[in-house]
């Protein structure tokens, strides 16, 4: 059986782990806390194929008709 990349489906945005100094910047430029931000749990498979850890912050890059891109930002938790 052949394996799917679901990094290359058009459904699955760009996800990126920022770096400690990225996620700062992000922080710091909306005035929030790692507990503010939306969650995106250790288990999802875009995470687990980018190696994503508890407490990384993930950018979402998503194609978009108005703006062309937009950034989401998630913190990655664990399932428990």
């Known amino acids: 059986m052949a394996k799917i990349d679901i990094m290359n489906h058009s459904f699955v945005p760009k996800h990126t782990i920022l770096t400690d100094e990225e996620a700062n910047s992000i922080m710091k430029e909306f005035n929030i806390t790692r507990a503010q931000l939306p969650k995106i749990y250790v288990t999802d498979p875009v995470i687990k194929i980018i190696k994503g850890e508890v407490g990384n ?15 989401a930002y998630r913190v990655v938790v664990d399932t428990r």
């Open 57 to 71: 912050i993930i950018k979402i890059e998503r194609k978009s008709p108005t703006a062309e891109v937009s950034y």
